[in-house]
């Protein structure tokens, strides 16, 4: 990004205060590397595998809770990224995520109150824990969007993680990478971060309430699916360096094939495992050709194996609800325009 189109940007929502020099400053001192990237697609493949063939094994089908896909290739693609680097807060926030989430879905039908709250839930873990991990949004609103009330759930999220937690303290000591400072992107460890400040909180829960009664009015419920809660919340939160946030024909071509792709997998490959496995490398042969970084995509491309039954409607649900999280952000964009103009 070139430092006028920067500067135009943060003309329209505050950012975090953190400087990309400071970044790059620390970077020789965090040992900063690049994986080979058919070595990350692999690892990552092999690790969903693994957890796709517990799922199978166990009947618990939710151990291969979506948002793996994202966890994992992050922290495979980008050893001393934010993710990578905090192996206890990555199991703590998705799990208490979790529960939240299947108290709430428990103890209320889904709707408007519902989500609010789940929603508000694992924000509030978020920030009080100063966690980066966004993800655990969809963690907290997947047992809603499903009806998953099993107790389960949590531990399952529980084990998921600590497996992947355990994997990246491994990658990270064995150093199969590139020695490349200059390499580490900065800004896709500033939208790992917690928010630095609210102000687009209200234009966010407008974009909740706008998928959730569409996807009643449309009798399509995955309209507001667990990802796009991750997708939405990074995109206002960090409008400065998330990678997706000017390129919405991207996140839409990418979540749409993503979806699509998941479906076919789920629907005609077999066994589990394997058709995980390919699920997620064809997520990154979309990411890696429409050449746009978005994560939450590849749980996408997860979420089918995790119904009861996936529906050739699912992509389309999909790209409502994306579409509805763009227009929201771009509505809220020209808001802040519109109260910075002179006169």
């Known amino acids: 990004m070139n430092r006028a189109a920067a500067g135009s940007i943060v003309a329209i929502g505050q950012d975090d205060p953190l400087d990309k020099k400071s970044l790059r400053a620390d970077a020789p001192a965090r040992r900063a590397r690049v994986n080979r990237p058919w070595v990350a697609e692999l690892l990552t493949a092999l690790y969903i595998g693994l957890i796709g063939a517990i799922a199978q094994a166990s009947g618990l089908f939710y151990v291969l809770f979506p948002e793996l896909g994202a966890l994992s290739h992050d922290v495979f693609k980008r050893p001393e990224g934010a993710w990578a680097r905090s192996p206890v807060l990555l199991v703590l926030t998705t799990t208490l995520a979790a529960l939240g989430g299947t108290l709430i879905t428990r103890h209320l039908p889904y709707g408007v109150p519902a989500v609010l709250l789940d929603v508000g839930w694992s924000a509030l873990v978020i920030g009080v824990l100063r966690s980066p991990f966004a993800p655990a949004l969809s963690a907290g609103l997947m047992p809603l969007v499903l009806g998953i009330r099993s107790g389960l759930y949590p531990p399952s999220i529980l084990f998921g993680t600590a497996v992947l937690a355990v994997a990246s303290l491994a990658w990270r000591r064995i150093g199969w990478s ?4 200059a390499s580490l992107d900065p800004d896709d460890d500033i939208v790992e971060r917690a928010p630095a400040e609210y102000g687009w909180v209200p234009f966010f829960v407008a974009f909740l309430l706008l998928a959730i009664l569409t996807g ?66 064809a997520g990154g042969g979309i990411l890696w050709l429409l050449d746009v970084y978005v994560p939450p995509a590849l749980a996408v491309g997860l979420l089918p194996f995790v119904m009861s039954r996936p529906e050739w409607s699912f992509p389309l649900a999909v790209l409502i609800g994306t579409a509805l999280q763009l227009g929201t952000f771009a509505a809220w964009r020209a808001s802040v325009r519109l109260r910075r103009a002179p006169g």
């Open 178 to 181: 590139l020695p490349a400072p």
């Open 216 to 281: 009643e009015r449309l009798g399509l419920r995955l309209v507001l699916f667990p990802p796009l809660t991750v997708i939405g919340f990074e995109t206002f939160a960090h409008p400065t360096h998330c990678p997706w946030a000017g390129r919405p024909a991207a996140l839409l071509a990418a979540c749409g094939l993503t979806a699509t792709v998941g479906v076919a997998c789920a629907s005609w490959v077999e066994p589990l495992p394997l058709a995980a496995m390919l699920s997620i490398l």
